[in-house]
T-cell receptor, first 114, second 113 residues
Framework: NAGVTQTPKFQVLKTGQSMTLQCAQDMNHEYMSWYRQDPGMGLRLIHYSVGAGITDQGEVPNGYNVSRSTTEDFPLRLLSAAPSQTSVYFC?????????????FGPGTRLTVL | KQEVTQIPAALSVPEGENLVLNCSFTDSAIYNLQWFRQDPGKGLTSLLLIQSSQREQTSGRLNASLDKSSGRSTLYIAASQPGDSATYLCAATSGGSNYKLTFGKGTLLTVNP
């Protein structure tokens, strides 16, 4: 049981490049989400999904796209990277159907945009 | 809009001391409150989750309390150890269909040997 996995762990991009941050979970959780963590700003919600085929925007969605074709995977796409997107990105899952709602986080992807 | 505040931003204590970390939230209509630990360069590890109907949760040397009416939660760490040094984050899950999690900015705890 791997829990929540994220790839890559580190990435350096040039302004304007595109890339996809991968997130996968093996806990069969319906709810998945992406956060970014910046110094002095805390963790902020980018996008979330309550199940396959359903996504919605969080607090800071601009510049990011998501899709959810399976329960297990929730990739985050940067279409045209900007220096303001330099951050640490965390994927999280939750089994909200149990009513317990404990949230589990992946190890993070550290992204630098030059 | 839910806002979560953690005070102090940083705390330094000698080994063996008991300590309390504070978390306050503006909207008392929360579903639950979760405490996390984050080590430098690492992800978040869940420590304790308190449902809105509960008053406290305990795990080993950790005890978390919740007072919805006053909008406060505390994390009590007994007999602190250098290995407890980390950033501690609290997060409130708001009610409703999307169960948004709002984080505080964390308290950086240093336990000195």
């Amino acid at each position: 049981n791997a829990g929540v996995t994220q790839t890559p762990k580190f990435q350096v991009l040039k302004t304007g490049q595109s890339m996809t941050l991968q997130c996968a979970q093996d806990m069969n959780h319906e709810y998945m989400s992406w956060y970014r963590q910046d110094p002095g700003m805390g963790l902020r919600l980018i996008h979330y999904s309550v199940g396959a085929g359903i996504t919605d925007q969080g607090e800071v969605p601009n510049g990011y796209n998501v899709s959810r074709s399976t329960t297990e995977d929730f990739p985050l796409r940067l279409l045209s990277a900007a220096p303001s997107q330099t951050s640490v990105y965390f994927c999280a899952t939750r089994n909200h159907k149990t009513g317990y709602n404990e949230q589990f986080f992946g190890p993070g992807t550290r992204l630098t945009v030059l | 809009k839910q806002e979560v505040t953690q005070i102090p931003a940083a705390l330094s204590v000698p080994e063996g001391e008991n300590l309390v970390l504070n978390c306050s939230f503006t909207d008392s209509a929360i579903y639950n409150l979760q405490w996390f630990r984050q080590d430098p360069g690492k992800g978040l590890t869940s420590l304790l989750l308190i449902q809105s109907s509960q008053r406290e949760q305990t795990s080993g040397r950790l005890n978390a309390s919740l007072d919805k009416s006053s909008g406060r939660s505390t994390l009590y760490i007994a007999a602190s150890q250098p290995g407890d040094s980390a950033t501690y984050l609290c997060a409130a899950t708001s009610g409703g269909s999307n169960y948004k999690l709002t984080f505080g900015k964390g308290t950086l705890l240093t336990v000195n040997p």
